[in-house]
């Protein structure tokens, strides 16, 4: 705890506040990838004590969000199958495809078995040779390594019965597209720590360059958080757009080296469409050939993408930055976590989520009057 | 059907073996040989002894009545099992109705196949439950479903006490102003059933807060104290508590996040889970709402029962906007609290 407590130490908070507070001369908006730094910035009201002129706005990385919706629906259809368990992470049963989640398949009688660990898959396939065992493997670059290290074990060890649904995403193409969108106002980012730690950051350099935009690797505790903007916001101030490293206690330049290794034998570079963002060039992972026999898309047949219905829900714009949640007409009204309208307000990590959770249903009429 | 399968000899009669049957929940001998070794030896006691279809009670005045079922997997995790639960937790609803725990009713739904040495460590644990928060288990009920229809053992609890409270204890007694303790630390119960089921590999080992807290209750209305309500924290934790609690009394609560106690490792699995210690299950821990100018008085009360030892004051009871819960971070900036969204699901990383 003593270690956790340093990060949330409220005179250094202040004191990287007021930091901020007297480099920043002009207004900024920032965009912090990750929803685990989303959720801390406003469980924290670390937005709260930056100044007026800095804003940020919330990134694309929630993996439970960006899952395309006929991924989920390919997941109900096998979790239906008598011969299968599905299994998964517990944030994925909640999100709806075009129609209902994995909880609503789990109560209509599917076998779907929450796990923490891929691993924890494959264990259920050993034991349940008779049985058909799927893991729906998603997320980002962090949940990829641990993912590409079952699809190994389950070769090696020849586990016929195992196979893994794979809808992996990759940040730094999102990135490109989130910039290169006709609205986009993102002047900086504040880069997933935790992606970085896999990937290094070597790869964000021709991002800074060529958008001219700084992007500062950051960690997850407030303290890592206002660094990491305080960082952005000076090379903003300066005129500069370089990768710089907050998190250096987790991220090395070259990152994870065994971590991407087992990556790069077991997957191979894909393009993916991300839900509410659109199809993205080399922006997913599928399994490399080597590894095909162990595509549930093999075996239960591929997994058809239809065009997404419009809906209300923004979480589209919220997912690019272009809106805040409490921007939606149906924020906190016809949308809750009970009744949500779209995933940013289901998943633990989605940003819709973290205002509702934390700021209640009346969050714009908080954010208006602060 | 192989020629295997196809026996037309009658099966022998099922012997009690050491597992549970369907036999033993048919009303018949076998039965009568579960509860004569099994049940009423570890219940002993004067109304069970009269062999009755119930017990008859002397009750006079108000009696506090509530009851809870019982659902845990696994059974046995550390620091209790699905007996003490069922024990405590009844226990407990009578405490935050200001009563002392004095009758139980017991039903045990048995799963077919159930080892009956997990049945006697069970029934063993309810006893030593029931002995130390000084009730006794008068009637009792067992049924046997088939294997399969259940997680081995589901259990209810029955309860009655008489009220000693001589003011109304509950949601509707709060107001503003009034100071909110809670009696320990949170999220323990929860943490330790959740590493008991899922084989979590954490440095330390968790054990459940499960204890009964009546005791501290009796001492706080003993010491003349107004306690304006009392909401053991359970499911849904200190949160739905809480929130739950400002709904009903159509008040708001302030909570100090850094006065909430929580165990570095119990802070540190929920950072790894994902989880909001505020949400954890407790099953040992309550919270009082009492007059500011008590709450001194009260605090030291509850300090010296062992089970409310880490007693602390956590917040104070605003006017509204009602149901308005908000707690203030390391920050100093606040934020809302709620009640859990559906079930709690680890996030993906």
């Not at chain 1, 008598?82 to 076998?111: N, Y």
């Not at chain 1, 050993?126 to 980002?140: D, S």
């Not at chain 2, 007996?83 to 799963?111: F, K, P, Q, W, Y």
Request: with cysteine; glycine share 12%.
């Amino acid at each position: 705890m003593k270690f956790r407590d340093e990060y949330r130490d409220p005179k250094a908070a202040r004191g990287y506040a007021d930091a901020i507070a007297r480099i920043t001369t002009r207004p900024w908006t920032l965009m912090e990838i990750c929803g685990g730094q989303t959720h801390a910035i406003v469980r924290y009201g670390i937005d709260e004590l930056l100044p007026d002129q800095v804003t940020l706005v919330h990134g694309p990385g929630c993996p439970v969000c960006v899952t395309p919706a006929e991924y989920i629906d390919k997941a109900i259809e096998i979790a239906g199958r008598p011969e299968a368990i599905l299994c998964s992470f517990g944030d994925m049963l909640r999100v709806a495809g075009t129609g209902g989640d994995l909880l609503g398949a789990k109560s209509r009688g599917g076998d779907i078995r929450v796990v923490y660990s891929p691993l924890d898959a494959l264990k259920i396939a050993r034991e349940n040779p008779e049985r058909e065992v799927v893991f729906f493997a998603v997320g980002f670059e962090t949940t990829a390594p641990a993912n590409a290290m079952a699809a190994y074990q389950a070769k090696r060890e020849g586990l016929a019965n195992f196979s893994m649904l794979v809808s992996h995403v990759l940040v730094p193409p999102a990135m490109s597209t989130i910039l290169d969108g006709p609205t986009s106002r993102i002047q900086a980012f504040l880069a997933a720590g935790h992606v970085c730690t896999v990937m290094g950051f070597e790869e964000y350099y021709p991002i800074a360059a060529r958008y001219r935009v700084p992007i500062v690797v950051t960690g997850f505790e407030p303290l890592d958080i206002l660094e990491g903007v305080y960082m952005t916001v000076r090379q903003l101030e300066e005129g500069r757009a370089e990768v710089e490293n907050q998190y250096s206690r987790s991220v090395k330049r070259d990152g994870n080296r065994p971590a991407q290794e087992i990556m790069a034998q077991v997957f191979k570079v894909t393009p993916r469409r991300w839900r509410g963002i659109g199809d993205i060039a080399a922006s997913g992972l599928g399994l490399s050939d080597a590894y095909a026999d162990y595509d549930a898309e093999h075996r239960f047949g591929p997994v058809s993408a239809e065009p997404e219905t419009e809906t209300e829900c923004i979480a589209g714009l919220v997912l690019r930055g272009e809106k805040k949640p409490p921007e939606c007409p149906a924020f906190g009204t016809r949308c809750t976590p009970d009744r949500p309208l779209g995933v940013t307000m289901v998943s633990s990590e989605g940003a819709c989520a973290a205002y509702y959770r934390y700021r209640g249903r009346h969050a714009a009429a908080l954010k208006a009057a602060s | 059907m192989s020629d295997k399968d196809f026996v037309l000899a009658c099966p022998a009669p099922a012997g009690d073996g050491d597992t549970v049957q369907l036999a033993h929940g048919g009303g018949g001998r076998a039965m009568e040989r579960l509860l004569d070794t099994i049940i009423r030896p570890a219940f002993d006691n004067p109304h069970l002894a009269r062999r009755h279809d119930g017990a008859v009670l002397d009750l006079a005045g108000p009696v506090a009545f509530a009851t809870d079922s019982y659902v845990v997997k696994p059974l046995f995790f550390p620091g209790g099992d699905i007996g003490t639960l069922a024990v405590n937790g009844t226990v407990n609803d009578l405490a935050m109705c200001g009563a002392r725990a004095a009758h139980l009713s017991v039903g045990l739904i048995l799963e077919e196949g159930l080892p009956l040495d997990t049945l006697r460590r069970v029934v063993g644990s309810m006893r030593s439950a029931a002995d130390a928060a000084g009730v006794q288990l008068v009637t009792g009920d067992t049924k046997v479903v088939d294997h399969g229809k259940a997680d081995g053992l589901f259990v209810n609890t029955a309860g009655l006490g008489p009220v000693v409270a001589t003011t109304p204890v509950g949601p509707g007694e709060v107001r503003a102003g009034d100071a909110v303790i809670l009696s320990g630390d949170i999220g323990r119960h929860g943490i330790a059933v959740m590493a008991a089921r899922e084989g979590f590999g954490f440095e330390t080992v968790i054990e459940s807060d499960c204890a009964p807290v009546g005791e501290p209750v009796l001492a706080l209305i003993a010491a003349g104290i107004a306690i304006h309500c009392l909401r053991d924290l359970t499911r849904g934790g200190l949160a739905s508590g809480v929130v739950e609690i400002a709904e009903t009394a159509g008040v708001s609560i302030a909570l100090d996040e850094a006065a909430i106690p929580v165990r570095d490792d119990v802070g540190s699995a929920c950072e790894v889970l994902g989880l909001d210690p505020l949400h954890v299950a407790n099953e040992g821990r309550f919270v009082a709402f009492v007059p500011d100018s008590e709450a001194e008085r009260a605090l030291a009360v509850l300090r010296r029962s062992e089970v409310s030892a880490g007693a602390v004051r956590i917040g104070t009871v605003g006017a509204g906007p009602a149901g308005d819960v908000t707690c203030r971070g390391p920050l100093g900036i606040d934020r809302i609290i709620d009640m859990l969204s559906g079930e709690q699901l680890p996030r993906i990383c």
